[in-house]
């Protein structure tokens, strides 16, 4: 149930324009104070989870560790998706709130 939340949410932020996905993409966000939440695919390799992890903590971005590429990929109508970031302040705290429940 909260999982089908959470990826509804990132839909419609999607939908919204408030998503960026991409390697590449999410690092510059991080960088340029852009990203207010990452998401790194569960099955994304751990070289990834952990330069996210990194990047995020040394730039205080919040970082969650959420369902699988095909997933993030399917929901954004893209193809495998290994890290998104979501930009805006009101997607960030609803997911946080529902992965707090």
């Known amino acids: 149930m909260a999982r089908d939340r959470i990826l509804n949410l990132i839909g419609l932020a999607m ?3 408030k998503v960026v996905s991409g390697e590449f993409s999410v690092e510059k966000c991080i960088k340029s104070g852009k990203a207010r939440l990452v998401i790194i695919a569960s099955d994304a390799s751990e070289n990834t989870k952990k330069k996210f ?3 995020c903590k040394f730039y205080h971005v919040p970082i969650l560790i959420y369902s699988t590429k095909e997933d993030l990929g399917m929901i954004l109508g ?3 998706r290994s890290s ?3 930009t805006e302040d009101g997607f960030k ?3 946080l709130k529902i992965t707090e429940e």
């Open 84 to 86: 998104i970031t979501l």
């Open 15 to 17: 939908k919204a324009g």
């Open 78 to 80: 893209k193809g495998l």
């Open 93 to 95: 705290n609803a997911i």
């Open 53 to 55: 992890e990194d990047k």
